[in-house]
């Protein structure tokens, strides 16, 4: 009887180790004269317990770990290929608490089938979407994502059917489907996530977007920091052109779809749409002016659907089920899910796939686990590097874009970084200042000045160097930039600094700064 074992080839496993355990599994086997099947399957998103080895058993696959190469010979003895006890054994993956009670609506796949193979994506419903869409015409599919609420998963969180309809009505003898891979957010790792661990829903998405608006077409811009990405797409891309799922004639349908993969520059503002264009044209990445929006005139000039991978990602399901599968999950205009990213000083680190509504407090303690040095969570930093500061205080707001909004906050891209009560939010609000300077375009003035000038006067706060005066100046210059930046980078990096100075003013000297603003 052979012995079928998932080892995940996701790259947080590989970098715990995952190949040499999955190399010493093959030798142990190959020892005791047993028949083993290594299955490499994506991650489950437990990134504490990587890398974590799932055994087929009669009632289902029992997870060990985290599974270390000098383990495996005492898992044998155990007999773990029956799912026997073990120090680390874990039980049922799917009755472990941290999976059960999340939405695994996108990440359905993730964890369970191997990323590579278009068999086993099939055998899970994969593709049933593009077939439905493909009975369709264009218009309807659009409204199909429309009546779905989906709204960019990249930050922004404009309605990805809108954008779709505008690019729709579009005239133009070549149209483009770009998806924004570039995933630069500090602690966000949900886009690699797809790319690495289940591609060909990816691939789906977009070819169903290019069906949906008429675009023949698709670009993955993919940050080059991701090379197991990379190489995993370039390979699902082949094998979906074999297959007849891409190509000049897609599932004999007549309509025509071409993917390409292309790697990005290593630019954090590239995640900024109109950027990402510059450089996928071979131009500096530097942020156009809009008008015109690029769903007119976007790459080289033409109607492009400009979307994010967790975006295009949703696009099968809601096609497979129909768009009030998706709708009934969520909140207000925040509809279906959004793969949270723990991480940060959590005990437990991972992604969390929740409806929108769950709380911050939820998160942090009954996924994360608390802080993983077991002092108070004192901070979170919600939608990357130019996201809000929150306070204790604000953890049982419901993770809602309008929610997140009324409290000057961003759910973006669903990162979630915890810092402890040792924390010096005043240093964390440089760095962002600090961060801005570094990875500005250098376009616009608001941005490029406005950041290196924060910096200064930032350290003069943290120096005590008239520290009211210059908070005052702090507030105006974030003033300045919220309002007159051209794009999201400068027009964010207020975020933190400001949430940091209204929600952590003792870090600053122990001021009210408010009445500091008034004095000054």
């Not at 068999?119 to 015409?137: P, S």
């Not at 490029?448 to 706060?461: A, C, F, L, P, Y």
């Not at 933190?496 to 870090?507: C, I, K, R």
């Amino acid at each position: 009887m052979t012995c079928t074992v998932y080892v995940p080839r996701d790259s947080t496993a590989l970098a715990l180790g995952a190949d040499e355990v999955a190399a010493a599994i093959r030798v142990e086997a190959q020892r005791r004269g047993i028949d083993v099947r290594i299955v490499r399957n994506g991650s489950r998103g437990m990134f504490w317990l990587e890398p974590l080895v799932e055994v087929a058993t009669p009632a289902g696959r029992t997870a060990y770990g985290p599974v270390d190469a000098g383990d495996v010979a005492s898992l044998f003895d155990a007999g773990f290929c029956d799912g026997a006890a073990h120090p680390l054994a874990l039980g049922l993956t799917d009755a472990l608490p941290y999976l059960q009670k999340q939405e695994r609506v996108t990440f359905a796949r993730v964890g369970i089938t191997d990323p590579l193979s278009l068999d086993d994506y099939l055998a899970h419903d994969g593709y049933a979407g593009l077939r439905r869409a493909l009975a369709m015409v264009p218009g309807a599919i659009v409204q199909e994502v429309i009546d779905a609420g989906l709204r960019g998963r990249g930050g922004a969180a404009f309605p990805t059917g809108v954008k779709w309809k505008t690019v729709l009505g579009a005239q133009a003898a070549q149209k483009y489907i770009v998806c924004n891979a570039d995933e630069g957010d500090s602690g966000t790792f949900s886009d690699r996530m797809v790319m690495e661990d289940d591609p060909f829903m990816l691939i789906e998405g977009m070819t169903i977007a290019g069906l949906a608006v008429g675009a023949t077409r698709g670009y993955i811009y993919v940050r080059s920091e991701y090379p197991h990405a990379i190489a995993a797409l370039n390979e699902a891309i082949a094998g979906a052109i074999k297959a007849g799922y891409l190509g000049a004639d897609v599932l004999g349908s007549g309509n025509a779809f071409h993917l390409e993969v292309r790697k990005g520059a290593g630019s954090y503002v590239c995640g900024e749409e109109t950027a990402l264009l510059e450089s996928l044209e071979g131009k500096r990445g530097i942020v156009r002016a809009k008008p015109p929006l690029p769903a007119l005139s976007g790459l080289f000039g033409q109607p492009t659907v400009i979307n994010n991978v967790i975006s295009l990602a949703s696009v099968p399901l809601i096609l497979q089920k129909g768009a009030a599968f998706y709708r009934d999950l969520g909140q207000g205009r925040s509809r279906g899910t959004l793969p949270f990213q723990l991480a940060g000083n959590l005990a437990h680190g991972g992604l969390v796939e929740k409806a929108f509504g769950v709380t911050l407090r939820e998160l942090l303690y009954d996924f994360g686990g608390g802080s993983a040095s077991g002092r108070p969570i004192r901070a979170v930093q919600v939608g990357g590097p130019l996201g809000a500061y929150l306070p204790a205080a604000r953890f049982d707001t419901p993770l809602d874009y309008e929610a997140f909004a009324a409290i000057g906050a961003a759910v973006g891209h669903g990162g979630i970084v915890a810092f402890d009560d040792t924390v010096d939010m005043a240093r964390q609000a440089r760095y962002a200042m600090a961060f801005c300077a570094a990875e500005s375009c250098g376009k616009c003035t608001p941005c490029r000045i406005g950041s290196t000038r924060g910096v200064e006067v930032m350290d003069k706060i943290i120096a005590n160097h008239h520290r009211p005066q210059q908070i005052h100046l702090l507030r105006d210059l974030c003033d300045l930039m919220l309002a007159g930046s051209l794009c999201a980078m400068g027009g964010m990096t207020p975020y933190p600094v400001l949430s940091a100075l209204d929600n952590f003013p003792e870090d600053f000297g122990g001021l009210d700064t408010a009445t500091d603003r008034k004095a000054a």
